[in-house]
């Protein structure tokens, strides 16, 4: 079972990006899949998650906007960052669980290795 996550880069303040999650080993339907970020010193954070039903749950700091979606037929999740701001650097992690409690990552299972979003003022 692997995630791949991608898509991270360097963006000045108000731009988009979009970041990519392509599972393997794992259908990302079948999963709870979530979104997390981490700036070094502090604790991961919850960003966005996609349930199996399909519906979705953001942060309060990002709704409206980040959008994160799937596409079934490419086992792939995404989050679509707009509107970006300096505090939106952090390495950004997808990951999945059969756990209903979304926000909280010690009930993620499987993780990606992380890209690097860095926002410049």
């Known amino acids: 079972v692997q995630l791949q996550a991608s898509g991270g880069g360097l963006v000045q303040v108000g731009g988009s990006l979009r970041l990519s999650c392509a599972a393997s080993g794992r259908t990302v339907s079948r999963y709870n899949m979530g979104w997390f970020r981490q700036v070094p010193g502090k604790e991961r954070e919850f960003v966005a998650a996609?349930?199996?039903?399909?519906?979705?749950s953001y942060a309060d700091s990002v709704k409206g906007r980040f959008t994160a979606s799937r596409d079934i037929a490419k086992n792939t999740v995404y989050l679509h960052m707009t509107s970006l701001r300096p505090e939106d650097t952090a390495v950004f992690y997808c990951a999945s669980t059969k756990s209903v409690a979304i926000r909280q990552d010690a009930n993620y299972d499987v993780w990606g290795q992380g890209t690097l979003v860095t926002v410049s003022s």
């Open positions: 996609i349930r199996m039903s399909g519906s979705i």
